[in-house]
């Protein structure tokens, strides 16, 4: 090979891998995440969702809290889920976390301990006005692992009845593989790195994963629930969103429902059936089997 076709393949190569990952991973945003700010969006927040004028009932005694994921926010993620549990009778809020500067719409992409730290704060924000001693929390993707931090290192335990994880990346990702392929391309890692912080915590053996799983995947006190899907293109190997300890519940998709075909977005976006489990997960005791036909409502 010539060595000035050599040189010029390489920065291109790493471009290309950089785009790559890049590409993959915005498969984390719901597709209608573009719309962010468009009137119908804004729209869905006033229809019972992050009303702080909203009392927990009885049978419903904790808020819940939505936390959205990598590239998404706090309401294209959950124009499904969100008014779901509204008509439930529960009271719903979500926040938009890792912001970075000059990036409107597409959140969770700053370093993740950071994100856990505004959600410790929009907690206690939740818990003030509501006026319950705890809250439940409901995450997608980062969202579903990134609440783990805030219960074992931020002092949220005592604050958290359950964690329901959807797609959870609570052990990091390969990525399908791409992820293996770093060491191979020095600067994409920094590059990455230093634009989306979030995705580098993300990767598979990461410091920040390994801190994150270190002396066990739970804390006490706490309910944990993760529903999965064998077609998750994103947080992969799929099982490896699964937890291991005392209090967790961990779900598979197919084995509730095998027509389900939901993919990593689409089973925090649009499954019903998921949907149906989630609720099931907030409410144990007057849980009803999920099935394929599990989408009343």
Not at 183 to 207: N, R, W
Request: charged content about 15%; aromatic content about 8%.
């Amino acid at each position: 090979m010539l060595p000035w076709f050599r040189a010029a393949r390489v920065p291109r190569t790493r471009s290309v891998l950089a785009a790559l990952l890049l590409a993959v991973t915005l498969l984390v945003a719901p597709a209608a995440t573009a719309n962010a700010a468009s009137p119908a969006a804004a729209a869905a927040t006033s229809r019972g969702w992050n009303d702080y004028s909203c009392k927990p009932s009885a049978a419903h005694p904790r808020p819940v809290v939505l936390v959205h994921g990598t590239f998404g926010n706090s309401v294209d993620n959950w124009l499904g889920l969100a008014p779901y549990l509204v008509n439930r009778g529960y009271c719903v809020f979500s926040l938009d976390y890792g912001q970075l500067p000059g990036v409107p719409f597409f959140h969770g992409l700053g370093p993740v301990d950071k994100s856990a730290g505004q959600l410790d704060v929009f907690v206690d924000k939740v818990l003030a006005a509501t006026g319950a001693p705890k809250a439940d929390l409901v995450g997608h993707s980062q969202g579903g692992m990134m609440p783990n931090y805030y219960l074992k290192f931020l002092g949220g335990a005592p604050k958290v009845n359950a964690l329901v994880g959807i797609a959870p990346s609570n052990h990091g990702t390969t990525l399908l593989g791409l992820t293996k392929l770093l060491p191979y391309f020095p600067g994409v890692e920094k590059f990455i790195d230093d634009k989306t912080p979030a995705l580098a915590d993300q990767v598979a053996g990461s410091p920040f994963i390994t801190k994150l799983n270190a002396g066990g995947d739970t804390v006490p006190g706490v309910r944990y629930t993760v529903i999965a899907t064998q077609y998750d293109q994103v947080v992969t190997p799929y099982r490896t969103q699964f937890l291991d300890g005392p209090n967790v519940r961990n779900v598979l998709l197919q084995n509730l429902c095998p027509l389900d075909l939901s993919e990593h977005v689409a089973i925090a976006t649009v499954s019903r059936i998921v949907f149906h489990e989630v609720a099931n997960a907030l409410d144990p005791a007057r849980a009803t089997p999920t099935t394929c036909s599990s989408v009343v409502g």
